[in-house]
């Protein structure tokens, strides 16, 4: 291949990336499409976008978007086909589906003119799945949808309201959107299983580990504690990112019941925002901040002593939550109070830059962060394989380069099909040559020499 088709490898070609979420969102999925679909801009391709309102992940329109029905603008080269759908206040099963009801009906009634070469879909949402597939097939070309979370399992698993009955429902849609794809991207090993479960032959699955969207911490850290009222000498537990229900921010708030002397941060938003302010209510050491600005984001996270992530014990394969790509880069240790055979306890087990714990069990939180904070030495060695981490596996150069990878597959274009960085087929390691379970750099926890596999 020579020096210009390495710069601009999809030259004339015209792709259609479906994404509910899309920038100017700054956490969640929106990043990882934005910059996807502006790599390939700049890669040579006439990229478009099919998206929807600003909403996450506040799941609040975008004030600059309100009332628009719909909305065609240019961002980075890309143009940005926007339709207006529903947004709900609070997740209810029923609330949910009129979401993917609203999307999928505007989306459907209203693509973006022209005939692509190729659709890719992020899933969730499950409509866009759906209107991926449908969109491909009638162009008769090849839809790649790449699976952030599985929305069967999610439905199932995170604790949302008539869950149970809406699993089948959204395990169906899953099924229509990824059992006619030309390949199909996971961006963890785990859902391998969920995927083959739908029908997807496991030889047409790609895992294509999302990166860090985030720039490295760059202020003074206790220029950025002070000007939080961060006092040196009180430790700091952060939380970062959406207050969804799948999350089980209810640990953090025991843990701050039961440590008055440390002081517990939950930075972000959400629909479970309002509902945690009020079990918080009257406890001091608790402090709800809105999402930090791009350009002090990793600042912020760095200044916390240690990092939490925390998810309901239900949720096992659905979900790796976006946020630890920045987690790692801020160098601070990680305690994660998830599951210890979901692909989250997994990637930080893999990184070596954190410690996992039972979840829904604030004493066992509790025990974790008491144990960073006394040996600060240590807690500093272990957040810095964070870093480490990505950049020998998360950087953004090596994530595009795996999806470059996979379109030129779907595509068929052979004079371009070399084996890159994450051409990682279902059941073959995953980033940096880990499987799942294995320890990364220093990536035993503590306690425990070996981790613990998923099987």
Known sequence: MSADEHQRPFENRRLLVVSTNYAPEVTGIGPYATQLAEHWAASGARTEVLTGMPHYPAWRVDERYRGVWSRVETREGVRVHRRRHYVPPRQTALRRAAFEASVLAHG?????????????????????????ARL?????????PVVQDLMGAAAAQ???????????????????????????????????????????????????????????????????RA???WREGTPVLLHSGNMGLKQGLDVLVGLARLAPDIRVVLMGDGNQRD????????????DFLPPADADEFT???????????????????????????SYFVSGRPVVASVAGEGGTADEVRRSGAGVLVAPEDPAALLAAVRELVRDPGAASALGAHGP????????????????????????GDTKARETGPGDARAGDRGPGDARAGEAGPGGAEPGDARGRARR
């Not at 149970?164 to 099924?175: D, L, M, N, P, S």
């Not at 509902?275 to 608790?286: D, I, Q, Y």
């Not at 996270?301 to 925390?310: G, P, S």
């Not at 480490?388 to 595509?411: I, K, M, N, P, Q």
């Open 388 to 411: 480490r981490y990505v950049a020998d596996h998360l950087s953004r150069e090596a994530g595009l380069a795996r999806f470059d990878a996979l379109l030129r597959e779907a595509l």
């Open 108 to 132: 459907i009634l209203a693509p973006p003119p022209g005939r692509p070469d190729a659709v890719i879909s992020q899933m969730p949402s499950l409509a866009g799945g759906v209107i991926g």
């Open 136 to 144: 491909a097939r009638r162009h008769g070309v090849p839809h790649i």
């Open 158 to 224: 995170s604790g949302i309201r008539g869950g149970g009955r809406a699993a089948a429902v959204a395990a169906k849609a899953e099924r229509h959107a990824l059992r006619g794809a030309a390949l199909v991207g996971v961006i963890h090993e785990s859902f391998v299983e969920g995927v083959t479960a739908l029908g997807v032959d496991p030889g047409r699955i790609r895992v294509v580990p999302n990166w860090t969207h985030v720039e490295s911490p760059s202020a003074d850290r206790a220029a950025t």
């Open 299 to 325: 600042d912020v996270l760095a200044a916390a002593d240690v990092l939490a992530v925390t998810q309901r014990a239900s949720v096992l394969d659905m979900s790796v939550p976006s946020k630890l790509t």
């Open 275 to 286: 509902g945690l302010r009020e079990r918080a209510a009257g406890l001091p050491n608790l």
């Open 227 to 229: 000007r939080l009222g």
